[in-house]
């Protein structure tokens, strides 16, 4: 046993110049004795690991447009102005609102959950968030318009609870017409009994859908407080009304009088006047009688003098 430990401790130098002293930190006093290098005994306290591994959202190289079914990139025919017009359209005609949230494939833009998942921690506790849909409150244009400032409402329920979470101000912005971004200033949700969680949002858009009212992009949310965590992916907002007119002018139908006239509407109507005396509108008219002036019959006359004598 001496001879070990007097072993143990002429190799422990040498030990340390060739690895460096960040090795001992996974080594207890019993491995350095019992010559334990390569395998540390692991404890059953070990804290887990908290760190999130964020990665850089990514920035499409082209947007993808869809309208009258076809779809190409809108860098060959389109303009920044014609992107920004077409989700103003969109947002527009389905306020208040709610768009469906999905994780989707970024080449197929197919959905592959109806949510998306956010790994987080609330306290100790390592669990997942999910966020399913969120509700457009809001939709005011900017005052340069050129951005578009919407209030909308996140869904967010972590643990089978649903988080009280404000309404979060978002900027929706086409910078150039292949750099489109939808970032909002945070929001705030209560997810533990102490303290408050800030959310924060950014969504590049890469994939516009106009007739089927789909938007497409990479994702990045992260949470901080109490409860913090996040993740990077790619998901799709799905509107239930697409991006063209809801109410479109309608055509009136040629010669309106003529065909009035032609089909006896007014003379109809003027018949049932003479007859009840009322009109469309509820006036009642009181009618006043007509005086007549016929010609007396002469031999009528005679005929009633002589009954009468």
Same mark, same amino acid.
């Given at each position: ?12 130098p040498?030990? @340390?110049? !060739?690895?460096?002293?960040q ?8 491995d350095i ?6 395998n540390?005994?692991q404890?059953?306290?070990?804290v887990?690991n908290?760190?999130f591994?964020?990665?850089e959202?990514?920035r499409p190289?082209?947007? +993808?447009?869809?309208r009258s079914h ?11 102005e &014609? ?12 306020n ?11 080449q197929?833009?197919?959905?592959i959950?109806?949510y ?5 921690? +609330? ?6 968030a999910y ?8 939709? @005011? ?8 400032? !919407?209030i909308?409402?996140?869904n967010?329920? &972590? ?8 309404p ?12 489109v @971004?939808?970032e909002d ?5 209560k997810?533990?009994t ?14 516009i859908d106009l007739? &089927? ?10 949470l901080?407080g109490?409860?913090?965590?996040g993740n ?11 991006? &063209?007119p809801?109410s479109?002018?309608?055509?009136a139908?040629?010669? $309106? ?6 089909t ?5 109507a ?10 469309a509108?509820?006036v009642?008219?009181?009618p006043?009688?007509? $005086?007549?002036?016929?010609p007396?019959d ?7 003098e002589?009954?009468?004598?």
């Amino acid at each position: 046993m001496l001879r070990k430990f007097l072993l143990s401790l002429i190799l422990t130098p040498a030990f @340390i110049c !060739l690895s460096g002293c960040q090795v001992l930190r996974s080594l207890s006093v019993q491995d350095i004795i019992n010559g334990n290098w390569d395998n540390p005994q692991q404890t059953t306290s070990e804290v887990p690991n908290k760190t999130f591994v964020a990665t850089e959202t990514k920035r499409p190289t082209s947007i +993808v447009v869809c309208r009258s079914h076809q779809c190409a990139p809108a860098k060959l025919s389109m303009s920044r102005e &014609y992107i920004f017009n077409s989700l103003l359209q969109l947002f527009d005609n389905n306020n208040y609102q709610r768009m469906l949230v999905c994780e989707a494939d970024p080449q197929t833009h197919t959905c592959i959950e109806n949510y998306i998942t956010l790994p987080v921690y +609330v306290g100790v506790v390592p669990t997942k968030a999910y966020i399913d849909y969120v509700k457009i409150t809001d939709v @005011i244009v900017g005052k340069k318009g050129a951005s578009l400032d !919407l209030i909308l409402n996140y869904n967010l329920t &972590y643990g089978g609870q649903v988080a009280e979470c404000t309404p979060a101000k978002t900027l929706l912005f086409a910078r150039t017409v292949d750099h489109v @971004i939808m970032e909002d200033s945070g929001y705030n949700c209560k997810m533990t009994t102490v303290g408050i969680t800030n959310v924060k949002t950014v969504f590049t858009i890469d994939y516009i859908d106009l007739d &089927y009212g789909y938007i497409g992009g990479h994702y990045s949310i992260g949470l901080s407080g109490p409860a913090y965590g996040g993740n990077n992916n790619y998901m799709i907002l799905r509107l239930p009304r697409n991006a &063209y007119p809801l109410s479109p002018a309608l055509k009136a139908p040629k010669n $309106k009088a003529a065909e009035n006239y032609s089909t006896g509407v007014i003379g109809n109507a003027t018949k049932t006047i003479e007859k009840t005396g009322n009109y469309a509108g509820g006036v009642q008219i009181f009618p006043l009688a007509k $005086k007549t002036n016929t010609p007396v019959d002469e031999t009528t006359e005679n005929t009633e003098e002589k009954a009468t004598e």
